[in-house]
């Protein structure tokens, strides 16, 4: 494979290019900042590149900035993050840019079998999360999803609604007074943080909140 190396720990760039030249692989570049990350993925084309997340000169996301910034110029470029720490924002950000993107810490470079194998895949459009990441990305989302808030009374209502239904068919359906209906999709509004609104808006947004969720 070919290879783009950013990294701005001299000692960490120069034992990836002699590891991955040892196992018969071409390193076209390694750099040390996200700027030229860009230039040599743009100049290069390689089949994947390797990014540390933090770069100068803030040392904190420029190197997944850079990233992002590449795969838009060079659309579906392969791109593997390392990182010292899991930054889940980031590994979400990674991740909305599509298909052949890895999110790696640098301890598992240590585990050098793994590492290339995830490397293989990253550059073969596949998607590789540290298990870490995957934990704590999920962790979050649980965290964060506001459905977590609803009764499953309030979720059989807000079932009812995404499929179309009114108050009065739904209170049919339940076998449950109007009133009571009402007085779960109030309830559903204020959990989702749906402030007072057109009814029907409302609605619409309490049910693509139930679809993300």
């Given at each position: 494979m070919r290879i783009v190396i950013a990294d701005d720990a001299v000692l960490l760039r120069e034992g990836l290019i002699r590891l991955l030249t040892e196992r018969g692989h071409q390193v076209v570049a390694a750099v040390g900042d996200g700027d030229a990350l860009v230039q040599a993925v743009v100049n290069h084309r390689p089949?994947?590149?390797?990014?540390?997340?933090?770069?100068?000169?803030?040392?904190?996301?420029?190197?997944?900035?850079?990233?992002?910034?590449?795969?838009?110029?060079?659309?579906?470029?392969p791109i593997l993050v390392l990182s010292q720490y899991v930054e889940v924002s980031y590994a979400?950000?990674?991740?909305?840019?599509?298909?052949g993107v890895g999110y790696l810490l640098k301890d598992r470079v240590a585990a050098i079998d793994?590492?290339?194998?995830?490397?293989?895949?990253?550059?073969?459009?596949?998607?590789?999360?540290?298990?870490?990441?995957?934990?704590?990305?999920?962790?979050?989302?649980?965290?964060?999803?506001p459905l977590r808030a609803l009764t499953p009374r309030e979720r059989e209502v807000l079932s009812l609604m995404a499929e179309g239904h009114s108050n009065t068919a739904i209170a049919r359906t339940l076998?449950?007074?109007?009133?009571?209906?009402?007085?779960?999709v109030r309830n559903i509004f204020t959990k989702l943080d749906l402030p007072p609104d057109v009814e029907q808006h409302r609605r619409v947004r309490a049910v693509l909140a139930y679809l993300r969720g």
């Amino acid at each position: 494979m070919r290879i783009v190396i950013a990294d701005d720990a001299v000692l960490l760039r120069e034992g990836l290019i002699r590891l991955l030249t040892e196992r018969g692989h071409q390193v076209v570049a390694a750099v040390g900042d996200g700027d030229a990350l860009v230039q040599a993925v743009v100049n290069h084309r390689p089949d994947v590149s390797i990014v540390d997340v933090r770069m100068p000169p803030s040392h904190t996301d420029e190197g997944l900035r850079a990233a992002v910034h590449a795969r838009a110029l060079v659309p579906a470029t392969p791109i593997l993050v390392l990182s010292q720490y899991v930054e889940v924002s980031y590994a979400d950000d990674l991740l909305a840019t599509g298909v052949g993107v890895g999110y790696l810490l640098k301890d598992r470079v240590a585990a050098i079998d793994e590492f290339l194998d995830a490397l293989a895949r990253v550059a073969a459009g596949g998607t590789v999360l540290d298990p870490e990441v995957i934990t704590q990305l999920f962790a979050r989302r649980r965290r964060d999803d506001p459905l977590r808030a609803l009764t499953p009374r309030e979720r059989e209502v807000l079932s009812l609604m995404a499929e179309g239904h009114s108050n009065t068919a739904i209170a049919r359906t339940l076998v449950v007074t109007d009133g009571a209906v009402e007085k779960h999709v109030r309830n559903i509004f204020t959990k989702l943080d749906l402030p007072p609104d057109v009814e029907q808006h409302r609605r619409v947004r309490a049910v693509l909140a139930y679809l993300r969720g």
